[in-house]
């Protein structure tokens, strides 16, 4: 049965992360920081209408009052922006919250320099934004990598490009009103499981050799599937390498280098594009200690927020340090978009319109991850 609503999470605040599926307001011509990247999401104004609409709806419905967002278009923070499109259309629809955006360039910049970038969105009603920052990742196993394809792709002919990975993290730090407790929550989107073109390469690469071309050799060829960005076949797909390397690099940062070091109740949300015993979340969880709230609250046995091919996974995840975790009364996933057709969402392309749900259903691929916070009393985990 669908969920007309999120399970109650308790708390007197609450925390969310959600998945925008390329909000995008730029809808002809280039975009990004360089102006040159191609739009995604909403193909015209009709489309936009009624992705922002079903937004909207979805948002306000968590009952969040700071929200990771992901996939959210990377133009700036100005007034014509994505993010400030998005906070006048929820601040217009609803007198329960005041929202705002951070800012983290401080000078309505870009973050990153991918198309789509991850933010943070939150009540000023509810809570006081005191600091921000971004984390650019280093990637250094990218490197490696590419030297790999390069050795096959000057061979064959075949550019696979450096295309975008990890895009950067963004970190604020709050004052709770009720309670003028500081607690930090942190917006990631990590890299895709997708091949971006090394699969095309080595194919290509071996199709020339068997067909007898010189240049390269089948070791040339086996080194790089042997790579571990390359997928290994053990379920963790593409770039797991530069995913586990920006889960320990986040890890880092937020315990010894944010905001000068040392800070306490932090939350690390978004979409890792790694599963729970994949090594990205196990570096965050087992290994720099963190608490899965996801597994303590629902149990990632159990918990999913993502569909594909048939297969349900948790790909958004919740990892807070145990300051935090003392005081989360509740987690819940609201299964409003992992299980329904694309037929009844804001995308035209190729569907009939009958089909289309007006409602909060569909409104992304993801479904979003609530967490209930009471920093005046203590949680499971006191």
């Not at 100005?78 to 005041?98: K, P, R």
């Not at 929202?99 to 943070?120: K, L, N, W």
């Not at 990205?280 to 927020?305: M, N």
Request: no cysteine.
């Amino acid at each position: 049965a669908r969920e007309a609503a999120p399970a109650d999470v308790g708390g007197t605040l609450q925390v969310a992360t959600y998945n925008v599926l390329n909000y995008f307001t730029t809808l002809t011509g280039g975009t990004g920081p360089d102006g040159t990247l191609d739009p995604r999401g909403a193909d015209n104004a009709t489309e936009l209408e009624r992705q922002t609409v079903k937004l909207v709806e979805g948002i306000i419905g968590t009952g969040a009052e700071v929200l990771a967002l992901e996939e959210i278009e990377n133009n700036g923070f100005g007034s014509g922006s994505a993010i400030a499109t998005l906070v006048n259309e929820l601040n217009a629809a609803t007198d329960a919250h005041d929202y705002a955006f951070v800012d983290p360039t401080g000078v309505a910049g870009f973050v990153g320099s991918d198309a789509i970038m991850p933010a943070i969105i939150y009540d000023a009603a509810a809570v006081t934004l005191v600091h921000t920052e971004v984390l650019e990742y280093t990637e250094d196993t990218a490197a490696t990598t590419y030297a790999l394809a390069k050795v096959l792709s000057d061979v064959v002919g075949r550019d696979i490009g450096d295309y975008d990975r990890n895009r950067p993290s963004v970190a604020a730090t709050f004052v709770d009103a009720a309670t003028g407790t500081e607690f930090t929550v942190v917006a990631s989107h990590l890299k895709s499981k997708g091949d971006s073109g090394l699969v095309s390469l080595v194919n290509a690469a071996q199709a020339h050799v068997d067909g007898g071309g010189t240049g390269i050799t089948q070791a040339d060829i086996d080194a790089l599937k042997a790579d571990p960005n390359y997928d290994q076949g053990d379920g963790q797909g593409f770039w797991n390498a530069v995913r586990t390397e920006a889960a320990v690099e986040l890890g880092d940062w937020i315990a010894n280098s944010y905001n000068g070091g040392g800070v306490t109740n932090y939350l690390l949300l978004g979409d890792m594009n790694a599963y729970a015993e994949e090594d990205p979340v196990q570096a965050l969880d087992d290994d720099a200690g963190l608490v899965d709230l996801i597994d303590a609250f629902i149990g990632q046995d159990q918990a999913y927020s993502y569909v594909f091919d048939g297969m349900r996974g948790t790909l958004d995840q919740g990892l807070s340090d145990a300051d935090l975790a003392a005081h989360v009364t509740g987690v819940t996933e609201w299964h409003i978009n992992a299980d329904e057709p694309d037929l009844i969402g804001y995308d035209t392309s190729f569907k009939n319109p009958a089909f289309y749900n007006d409602g909060v259903y569909g409104s992304s691929d993801h479904d979003p991850l609530i967490i209930g916070l009471d920093f005046g009393t203590d949680g499971l985990f006191s």
